[in-house]
Nanobody
């Protein structure tokens, strides 16, 4: 059983920074990609950023590239999302996820966290 526990969400002002953390436990072999989705009411969940463990190859949604950084602490099995220069449109529930390549390509990783709210006031 794989478990993901997120932390670090909150209320900030536009231009501020926030770091999300996601601790992953359990049998993660076969789930080499870790990353973050977000969702706002009435909209579909969208990929924000992802990282391939081992090679550290990353992917970012266009609107966050240059402002957000995804990284991992392999020893502790934690994935981070550093968010800088936050904008009101970044307001969403952010979900940590992990899975294999095929699952991520379908935007349907096998394992998900419970979500953490990020609210950016303008």
């Amino acid at each position: 059983q794989v478990q993901l526990v997120e932390s670090g969400g909150g209320l900030v002002q536009a231009g501020d920074s926030l770091r999300l953390s996601c601790a992953v436990s359990g049998r993660t072999f076969g789930s080499p990609i870790m990353g973050w989705f977000r969702q706002t009411p009435g909209k579909e969940r969208e990929i924000v950023a992802a990282i391939y463990r081992g090679s550290n190859v990353t992917y970012y949604k266009d609107s966050v590239e240059g402002r957000f950084t995804v990284s991992t602490d392999s020893a502790r099995n934690i994935v981070y999302l550093q968010m800088n220069s936050l904008k009101s449109e970044d307001t969403a529930v952010y979900y940590c996820a992990t899975g294999n390549v095929d699952d991520w390509e379908k935007q349907a990783p096998n394992y998900w966290g419970q979500g953490t709210q990020v609210t950016v006031s303008s």
